[in-house]
């Protein structure tokens, strides 16, 4: 699922950044921002990335996010929701990895232009795709939960019509893989191309599952309360990272399950877990406070990338670290001010494909950014 980023921004009271410029300068112009943020940081590449090489944007407007790379490294699948394309609520686009969407050109969407979309990711083969829709519960947008009504709390929704259905990259709709009560969504594909993992609530709690392609030979992993979830195959498709709430205290585990029981979740506490597809040789990551998710396998499969907020004095902001598997050498990757998230690495490890809010200037848009790695 993807972090409602308009929503958290606004939660925590931020506004983003933005320039046309693609420099690598610390020192940029800076600008009072008319949008009601602080300051208009002119600025693509940070200095400090110094893992990231010829960063190219491809989105300029809107919220685009989760993309992620076919298996021939051509293509990207990825969600948006941007007005000037009549979107009312996330839907699910391809396009080249090559192609940048200025000027008003447009990615070609696959989903069915109704009810809300999210985790969208290439079958083998590369001509389809699977990802998850509430469209079979109403053709209009979920209305997500206002934090006003949860104290102030940041929240996010676990809609309990998202099944996760099959769609060729022209659009054409081809199979619904999940056909239980509750949430079923966040499909991923293993490299190996025989296994998909998802979250769903179908045994009262959000675990991890995988199916074969087909959706036949379903299996849970996960087993702890807690929200399992954004869970990625590593290289070899013989292990899952995830990120997982995991609530311990009485507290905790009574406001985990009223909210759920809403069809709620609160994912402002969690941490990285790594274990095997079948859910054996269970492994916590990081140890970090706050919120750590979105995480991906480095090629390696000895590193994991992931986002988080640990490091800022008010978790205000989301940057990309890097971690090794046993929980050492934690690294800071990007240094955006607001938000960078949901990176992927290319089947062959040499390009990175990341969200973020840098260069938008001065509004929420949240934008797909491509960039060399550099190890």
Not at 26 to 38: L, Q, Y
Not at 67 to 93: H, M, P, R
Request: net charge negative; glycine share 8%.
């Amino acid at each position: 699922m993807k972090l409602q980023i308009t929503l958290f921004i606004v939660a925590i009271s931020l506004l983003s950044c933005k320039n046309n410029k693609t420099s690598s300068e610390d020192s940029h112009k800076k600008e009072d921002a008319t949008s009601g943020a602080t300051k208009i940081v002119n600025t693509v590449h940070y200095s400090q990335e110094k893992h990231l090489k010829n960063i190219k944007q491809l989105t300029f407007g809107g919220d685009n996010a989760e993309a992620y790379w076919s298996f021939d490294g051509k293509n990207i699948v990825f969600q948006a929701n941007t007005k000037a394309w009549g979107l009312e609520c996330d839907q699910i686009f391809i396009m080249s990895a090559d192609d940048i969407l200025s000027d008003g050109k447009k990615a070609k969407m696959i989903s069915t232009g109704k009810g809300r979309t999210t985790c969208s990711y290439f079958l083998p083969g590369d001509s389809t795709i699977v990802y998850s829709s509430t469209h079979l519960g109403g053709d209009t947008c979920p209305i997500p939960p206002k934090k006003e009504d949860h104290g102030g709390k940041y929240i996010w929704p676990v809609f309990e019509t998202f099944d996760i259905f099959v769609a060729d990259t022209q659009g054409n709709q081809l199979k619904q893989l999940t056909n239980e009560p509750g949430y079923d969504a966040e499909p991923t594909v293993s490299p190996k191309g025989d296994l998909i993992v998802f979250t769903s609530t179908r045994s009262g709690d959000l675990e991890l599952y995988t199916m074969n392609i087909d959706g036949s030979d379903v299996k849970q992993v996960t087993h702890e309360l807690g929200y399992d979830g954004g869970a990625f195959f590593s290289p070899d498709g013989t292990k899952l990272i995830f990120r997982s709430s995991r609530p311990k205290t009485e507290k905790e585990i009574k406001q985990y399950k009223d909210l759920l029981a809403q069809g709620l979740v609160m994912p402002t506490n969690m941490e990285l877990y790594v274990c095997n597809i079948d859910g054996t040789d269970m492994q916590k990551i990081t140890d970090l406070g706050s919120a750590n998710w979105a995480p991906f396998f480095h090629s390696s499969g000895e590193k994991i990338i992931f986002s988080t907020n640990h490091h800022k004095e008010k978790h205000d902001g989301f940057n990309l670290f890097m971690i090794n598997l046993d929980g050492t050498s934690l690294e800071q990757i990007t240094f955006d001010g607001v938000f960078d998230a949901f990176p992927m690495f290319s089947p062959d490890g040499t390009k990175l494909i990341f969200s973020s809010n840098r260069n938008n200037n001065g509004t929420h848009d949240t934008n797909l950014f491509i960039a060399e790695w550099v190890d």
